[in-house]
């Protein structure tokens, strides 16, 4: 076989080692937040609390109920806006439209100016710059995603 028909396992390899690359960084980060200590939550970004107020009268439209603040670390933003993130790869087209490659790198970027950790968003703004959105297919965002999430992790 000449060039012009390169070994049809040659691919499959490939796709092959950068999944265990990937599993293996997934196996490396578990390991590490096993002996990490849980996330305080002695200094939260943001309390999430219930606009709802049930004393108040029934005047308008809503019932506001005031509920007991949840305190949101930056280690709890992170992993559910991960967990956000890799859901959206896990389920991103094999072959994406014009739109779904625009929305995704919008979407990023958007991230970058508002995700509520003023320090994160910076950063993850220079991360940006550094390795801009790869979103031509299933597996090219998947792998952009897993590689930018270890340059985060990594700072
Ligand atoms: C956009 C963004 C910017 C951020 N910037 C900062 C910052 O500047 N400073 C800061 O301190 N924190 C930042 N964070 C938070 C940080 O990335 C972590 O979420 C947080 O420190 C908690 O880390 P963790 O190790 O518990 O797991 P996380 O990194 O939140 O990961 C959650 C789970 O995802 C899995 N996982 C890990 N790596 C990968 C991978 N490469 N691919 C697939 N799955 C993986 C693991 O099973 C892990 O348990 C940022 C988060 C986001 C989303």
New binding site residues.
């Given amino acids: 076989m000449g060039s012009e028909n390169p070994n049809p396992f040659q691919a499959l390899f490939q796709t092959v080692e950068r999944f265990s690359n990937?599993v293996q960084?997934?196996l490396a980060?578990?390991t590490?937040?096993a002996h990490?200590s849980l996330?305080t939550k002695k200094n939260p970004l943001i309390s999430i609390s219930s606009s709802i107020n049930a004393d108040s009268p029934a005047t308008n439209t809503h019932f506001l109920v005031k509920k007991p603040a949840a305190p949101v670390t930056?280690?709890e933003?992170?992993?559910a806006?991960?967990?956000f993130?890799?859901t959206l790869a896990a389920q991103y087209p094999e072959n994406p439209t014009r739109q779904q490659k625009k929305d995704v790198k919008e979407l990023m970027s958007i991230?970058?100016r508002m995700?509520p950790?003023q320090?994160?968003?910076d950063?993850?703004k220079e991360v940006l710059r550094a390795n801009p959105v790869m979103a031509g297919s299933h597996d090219e965002f998947s792998q952009w995603?897993?590689?930018v999430?270890?340059v985060?992790?990594r700072?």
């Fill in positions: 990937c960084t997934h980060n578990f590490q937040q990490r996330p930056k280690e933003l992170g992993r806006t991960w967990t993130l890799h991230l970058s995700y950790c320090e994160c968003a950063h993850f995603l897993c590689h999430h270890n985060v992790n700072r």
